[in-house]
């Protein structure tokens, strides 16, 4: 039955190779913590993914109970921690998991750098990564804002006014950023916007593009 | 063994006499194995996440600007470089050493481009890595101890006495006809709790089980961990008055 309805997509889509080129590359033993236990240095992308994978499942969760307005921000927070079925749980979760991809994103970039990974042809794909750091680090930036307790309100209003002062478009980019001359209604619906919306979109496109020229372009070779 | 031949399909007991390439298909030998690092990892973090609760702070207030805000840790090292570029060069913290930063990072493969990847063959990448990321950790870690000096956290306040916390209604003082207790309950108790059960400041309903009556005086003269001098108090007598009652309260509570 299975195997017919897949048989049936295949005749039409050809699937198969898509899967197939991912599920039969050969792995290299020089990456293989199985082999080689020193080999763990090459796990840290892949955990850096997984812990990216817990960060958009929880922040799924916590989308549908928290209200991006300043009057019931902080309360919609507060219920989550109090009232809701392992509420703090997950929201511990996209907490530490912040702290946590920055991490391992920092450890898969040094051994990335150490190996000499970056070395032609894969130049683009260091770019790519360096691009998702930034992006991930907009993430941080944007998400300390939503919970709406002092530490977030005042950190953001420290962090606009240090944007405010780069000369010439500092002024402009703060209002950018804020929406006004200070950290209010609007920031935080425009963080919020910016967290969910515009940085994960951001984030996918550049992932698939990583992990699209890895297929293409293989692993680097053992030093 | 050839390259790329799934190992599933030889018996366990063969997988000894051949000769093993190293080379594994990823689906479903390396996945399975991938798996089992991330399930590791998970259950590790998921231990961090149940012994560490994330608290939230009291709710955003824009007209108390006494609260003293610190970013999020991982920017602690951008935050940090701002402060040795005051006044009119802050366009150096502002923006040349982070534009700096980011070009450096994004041209790194055209920065570095001998063909060698050993990170001995080429010293002087390796070395200026070694060297940035020792620099952003050392800054890190500065802010943070700036930050908690700043806020009266640092470790001075370790050595404090850390009272059980106990609700009020358990502490019972003693002496209360004296002077001291008078001053303790208008000045002391807006902050330590009019049982000294601690609300802004820590908890202080047995502190005479810790400190003699020096120990006491000579903190309440010189605090720390944003107590005023002297705890508010107008006077050196009055000082006197408050730590010889509270000197007294050794058995107040908490089990002491």
Redesign the interface.
């Given at each position: 039955m299975l195997k017919k309805a897949y048989d049936w997509i295949d005749e039409r889509l050809n699937v198969t190779p898509l899967w197939r080129d991912v599920a039969d590359h050969d792995v290299p033993p020089h990456v293989n913590p199985a082999i080689k236990m020193s080999a763990f240095i090459y796990c840290f992308g892949g955990l850096t993914f997984l812990v990216i994978t817990t960060q958009i499942l929880s922040g799924m969760f916590l989308a549908m109970y928290y209200t991006p307005d300043i009057n019931n921000a902080w309360y919609s927070v507060k219920y989550i921690d109090d009232q809701v079925l392992l509420g703090q749980v997950v929201r511990g979760m996209h907490f530490w998991g912040a702290s946590l991809v920055i991490v391992m994103m920092f450890l898969h970039m040094l051994r990335v750098f150490f190996t000499g990974a970056y070395k032609k042809p894969r130049e683009m794909n260091w770019v790519v990564g360096v691009l998702i750091f930034f992006v991930v680090l907009a993430f941080g930036f944007t998400g300390y804002l939503l919970p709406w307790d002092q530490k977030a309100y005042w950190a953001t209003s420290v962090g606009a006014q240090i944007a405010g002062s780069i000369p010439w478009i500092g002024p402009w980019i703060q209002t950018l950023l804020l929406g006004g001359h200070y950290v209010g209604a609007l920031t935080l619906s425009r963080f919020f916007a910016i967290h969910v919306f515009f940085l994960p979109a951001a984030l996918l496109v550049l992932l698939a593009l990583h992990f699209i020229m890895i297929r293409t372009q293989h692993i680097s070779g053992p030093l | 063994m050839a390259?790329?031949e799934r190992i599933p399909g030889t018996p366990r007991y063969r997988h000894s006499l051949q000769v093993h390439?190293?080379?594994?298909?990823?689906?479903p030998?390396?996945l399975l194995?991938?798996w089992i690092?991330?399930a590791v990892?998970?259950f590790a973090?998921a231990l961090?996440?149940?012994f560490?609760?994330?608290d939230?702070?009291?709710?955003?207030?824009?007209d108390?600007t006494t609260?003293?805000?610190?970013?999020?840790?991982?920017?602690l090292f951008l935050y940090q470089i701002?402060k040795y570029y005051p006044g009119s060069q802050?366009?150096v913290g502002?923006?040349l050493v982070p534009l700096i930063g980011?070009l450096l990072?994004?041209f790194?493969?055209?920065l570095?481009v001998s063909?060698?990847?050993?990170?001995y063959k080429?010293p002087i990448?390796?070395a200026v890595?070694v060297l940035v990321?020792f620099l952003v950790i050392w800054l890190t870690n500065e802010a943070r101890v700036q930050h908690l000096a700043e806020t009266g956290q640092l470790s001075s306040n370790a050595n404090l006495p850390q009272l059980k916390p106990v609700s009020a209604s358990q502490i019972k003082f003693s002496d209360t006809n004296m002077p001291g207790y008078k001053l303790f309950e208008s000045t002391c108790a807006t902050c330590h709790g009019s049982k000294g059960e601690g609300h802004i400041g820590p908890p202080i309903y047995a502190i005479g089980h810790f400190w003699n009556e020096q120990q006491l005086k000579d903190f309440v003269e010189n605090p720390s961990g944003g107590m005023p001098p002297k705890g508010g108090l107008p006077s050196d007598k009055q000082v006197d008055q408050v730590v010889a009652w509270l000197v007294k309260q050794s058995h107040s509570g908490g089990g002491y």
């Open positions: - | 390259e790329g390439s190293g080379f594994e298909p990823f689906f030998n390396f194995k991938e690092v991330g990892f998970l973090f961090w996440i149940v560490n609760p994330v939230l702070g009291p709710k955003a207030n824009p108390d609260f003293i805000p610190i970013p999020d840790w991982y920017f701002l802050i366009v502002v923006v980011t990072l994004l790194t493969p055209w570095d063909t060698e990847r050993h990170p080429r990448a390796t890595m990321t």
